[in-house]
């Protein structure tokens, strides 16, 4: 049997007990009703023990962080399943200018392999997460990568944790499941005002495209669909939110309990730009 299963039974047994004690007036059956109240409750705090600290072991090793959102992410975005690297992920994204990216960390000898392997190849892109992007930048400079302006974050949350923003009022939202897929649709009327996405995979939610028309913005849009977003992925299993939030999203995350754990930067080799404006979030 599950562990929720018999805990929920250990709740349904104390009160069986003790409706047998009212009626028996047995100091037996309202002992035994003690006991596994006890017993229950003990163990349903164990449990909960046990999932919180296996949610933050899962939590801690940034190469796994960005090879499990790097997965998310392609599944989201209909990219094949990204290829383990040294240092990281191959991704075939597919698009004119990004045929190819590397997500990778800043590790010095596996970077150093990265930059001439993505300097070599047309239309690339290399997106590496840092805790230190002055630090990465050199690295760009020296191999002739154009670097994209500004950084990203890679952020995480217990989805247990993640803050519930109710639709404003005016608004209806629409949930849609495919496989892995959850989207969020927000409308007013028939036109779109804010939606979003998130990929279940295993225990891991990985949000992408999270968007909100600019003249709705500001109305607690973006942290309603969130929020809808987080249910629906709890609902399928997932545990662990993971997400690259642009400059513009990463308040938005960090108001719903959201953590930075570390920047991406990002840059790709000196052919013509041509789309792909929006990142990785
Ligand atoms: C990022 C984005 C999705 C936020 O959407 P949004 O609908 O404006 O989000 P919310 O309204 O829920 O919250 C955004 C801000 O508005 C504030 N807010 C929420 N309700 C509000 C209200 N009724 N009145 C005023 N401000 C409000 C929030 O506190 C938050 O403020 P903060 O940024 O200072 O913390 C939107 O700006 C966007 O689409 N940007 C472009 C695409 C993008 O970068 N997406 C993120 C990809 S990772």
Do not use: C
Not at 29 to 55: H, I, K, M, P
Not at 111 to 127: F, I, N, Q
Not at 153 to 177: C, K, N, T
């Amino acid at each position: 049997m599950e562990a929720p299963g018999r805990i929920w039974f250990g709740y349904v047994a104390a009160v069986g007990l003790a409706v047998i004690g009212l009626f028996t007036l047995d100091p037996l059956a309202f002992g035994l009703a003690v006991a596994v109240l006890v017993a229950t409750v003990l163990g349903e705090w164990y449990r909960g023990r046990q999932a919180a600290l296996s949610a933050a072991a899962a939590d801690t090793d940034l190469a796994d962080l960005v090879s499990r959102w790097a997965r998310g992410w392609a599944y989201a975005r209909g990219f094949p399943r990204p290829a383990a690297v040294p240092g990281g992920v191959r991704v075939e994204v597919g698009e004119p200018g990004r045929r190819v990216e590397w997500v990778a960390t800043d590790d010095a000898d596996t970077l150093a392999k990265l930059v001439d392997t993505a300097r070599d190849t047309p239309e690339a892109w290399l997106s590496v997460v840092t805790e230190s992007p002055p630090g990465v930048r050199p690295w760009f400079v020296e191999a002739g990568l154009v670097a994209n302006d500004g950084e990203e974050a890679l952020m995480s949350i217990q989805l247990a944790d993640h803050a519930f923003r109710r639709l404003p009022e005016g608004y209806r939202a629409e949930v849609d499941r495919d496989g892995g897929l959850i989207t969020v649709t927000v409308r007013v009327g028939e036109d779109v005002a804010a939606r979003g996405r998130i990929a279940v995979i295993g225990a891991d939610a990985v949000a992408d495209r999270i968007q909100t028309e600019p003249e709705h913005r500001r109305r607690g849009l973006g942290g309603a669909v969130m929020s809808l977003l987080v249910s629906a992925a709890r609902e399928a299993g997932a545990m662990h939110g993971l997400l690259v939030a642009s400059e513009m999203g990463e308040p938005l995350y960090t108001g719903l309990g959201w953590r930075a754990r570390a920047r991406l930067v990002s840059a790709r080799t000196a052919t013509p730009r041509t789309s792909a404006e929006s990142r990785h979030g």
